[in-house]
T-cell receptor, first 112, second 115 residues
Framework: AQSVAQPEDQVNVAEGNPLTVKCTYS??????LFWYVQYPNRGLQFLLK??????LVKGSYGFEAEFNKSQTSFHLKKPSALVSDSALYFC??????????FGPGTRLSVLP | GAVVSQHPSRVICKSGTSVKIECRSL??????MFWYRQFPKQSLMLMAT?????????EQGVEKDKFLINHASLTLSTLTVTSAHPEDSSFYIC???????????FGPGTRLTVL
């Protein structure tokens, strides 16, 4: 079965420190990979995606993600966290020709 | 570009009534739209995939007679929750596949509360 794992329910980081939100996946083939952010009572906002090319993908609001094919991971990173980054983050994969599969989400809290 | 809207953003209804939620792609034509349901502190659960002009494809366990989906045009899909019950209370999110068909654009969601 195709699945996406986000091993941490919650990540706490101090403002100004680097942050990492982890994602690993188990799908067939070479899927497209995505990160979305969700603020309370809002829909999902696109952050970044990986389709092909450079393993380090840069996205919105200073976020970036690194694709590691051997580890089937796509961790989200930001060099310096802001309090306003506090939100729910979803990793998603889209196997070729199939629907999206979402991870369970990771709640990020950036402490002032 | 690629903006998806939902209406209403919040609705409260009595048990037994039907509620319609609209999902619109504002600046692109969406051949495929998706409806998700999200419970508190949980991930999105795909309910159905809707293609313009054809019947929706429902995920296993989703009652098609309870959650009616209509995708009448390339910019509008509607989800009707029929004979709503309190357990249908949830956050419903739609999305649409963009022109390049390689990502989804999400609406802001609709919070449904059934009393």
């Amino acid at each position: 079965a195709q699945s996406v794992a986000q091993p941490e329910d919650q990540v706490n980081v101090a403002e100004g420190n680097p942050l990492t939100v982890k994602c690993t996946y188990s799908v067939s083939g070479n899927p497209y990979l995505f990160w979305y952010v969700q603020y309370p009572n809002r829909g999902l906002q696109f952050l970044l995606k990986y389709i092909t090319g450079d393993n380090l993908v840069k996205g919105s609001y200073g976020f970036e993600a690194e694709f590691n094919k051997s580890q089937t991971s796509f961790h989200l990173k930001k060099p310096s966290a802001l309090v306003s980054d506090s939100a729910l983050y979803f990793c998603a994969v889209r196997p070729y020709g199939q629907n999206f599969v979402f991870g369970p989400g990771t709640r990020l809290s950036v402490l002032p | 570009g690629a903006v998806v809207s939902q209406h209403p953003s919040r609705v409260i209804c009595k048990s037994g009534t039907s509620v319609k939620i609209e999902c619109r792609s504002l600046d692109f034509q969406a051949t495929t739209m998706f409806w998700y349901r999200q419970f508190p502190k949980q991930s999105l659960m795909l309910m159905a995939t809707s293609n313009e002009g054809s019947k929706a494809t429902y995920e296993q366990g989703v009652e098609k007679d309870k959650f009616l989906i209509n995708h009448a045009s390339l910019t509008l899909s509607t989800l009707t929750v029929t004979s709503a019950h309190p357990e249908d209370s949830s956050f419903y999110i739609c999305s649409a596949t963009g022109p390049r068909n390689d990502e989804q654009f999400f609406g802001p969601g609709t919070r449904l509360t059934v009393l």
